[in-house]
Structure formats: structure tokens, C-alpha cells
């Protein structure tokens, strides 16, 4: 079981950063991957970024590459979303999430409840 909880959303205006922390609680947590996804109003939720579990890689969806940064501290069970950049459109509730492997919004396993992120233009 691996419980996570995201903080540091919030309100920033476009062309602004932001970075997301997540916390998991669990025993196991360098045998996870971990990865954030966002769900903006009226949309699906979507793939943003992924780290494997030692964090030997990253996978970024295209739209955010070059300016979002995913990071973990296995000492420390945490990761981290470092946003660059922040566009208007990027306004959604993202969500931190674990799972196995190049996981996605279908196959991840446990999710955190999300945190908003608020892009002013």
C-alpha cells in the first residue's frame, strides 16, 4: 500500500514557476516508479511526467519538455514537479501517482487526491 500526498500548488501567474512536492508513505518506495499527471476543467487526465524508481530515467510528455523537471529523493520518499514557464492552459489538478514501470493514467497504481495548480494570464 503506498499512500501520497502532493503540496505546493497553488496561484502563479503565466510565465511563472511552481514546484509540486509528493509524499509517500510506504516501505517500498524506491520500487516504484512515480509519475505526475494533470487534469484540467473539462478534460481527461493526462500524462505529464515520470521517473523510474532509482531514477536512472525520466519520461516528460511533449508539451512540458524543456521546462518541467521530475525529481526524487529515495532517502527521503518524496518527489518532485519543478514547472517552468507556466502557461494558462496548464491550469489543472495534478496528481501524483505510483506504479510499475512506464506507468500510465490507466495502469498506475495508487494515486494521490491531487493538488490545484492555478495559472493566471
Known amino acids: 500500500q503506498v499512500q501520497l500526498e502532493e503540496s505546493g500548488g497553488g496561484l502563479v501567474q503565466a510565465g511563472g514557476s511552481l514546484t509540486l512536492s509528493c509524499a509517500a508513505q510506504?516501505?517500498?518506495?524506491?520500487?516504484?516508479?512515480m509519475g505526475w499527471f494533470r487534469q484540467g476543467p473539462g478534460k481527461d487526465r493526462e500524462f505529464v511526467a515520470l521517473i523510474s524508481m532509482l531514477a536512472r530515467f525520466t519520461r516528460y510528455a511533449e508539451s512540458v519538455k524543456g521546462r518541467f523537471t521530475i525529481s526524487r529523493d529515495n532517502n527521503k520518499n518524496m518527489v518532485y514537479l519543478q514547472m517552468n514557464n507556466l502557461k494558462p492552459e496548464e491550469t489543472a489538478i495534478y496528481y501524483c501517482?505510483?506504479?510499475?514501470?512506464?506507468?500510465?493514467?490507466?495502469?498506475?497504481?495508487?494515486w494521490g487526491q491531487g493538488i490545484q495548480v492555478t495559472v493566471s494570464s
Open positions: 510506504t516501505r517500498t518506495f524506491n520500487e516504484y516508479s
Open positions: 501517482a505510483a506504479g510499475e514501470g512506464l506507468f500510465g493514467t490507466s495502469t498506475a497504481q495508487y
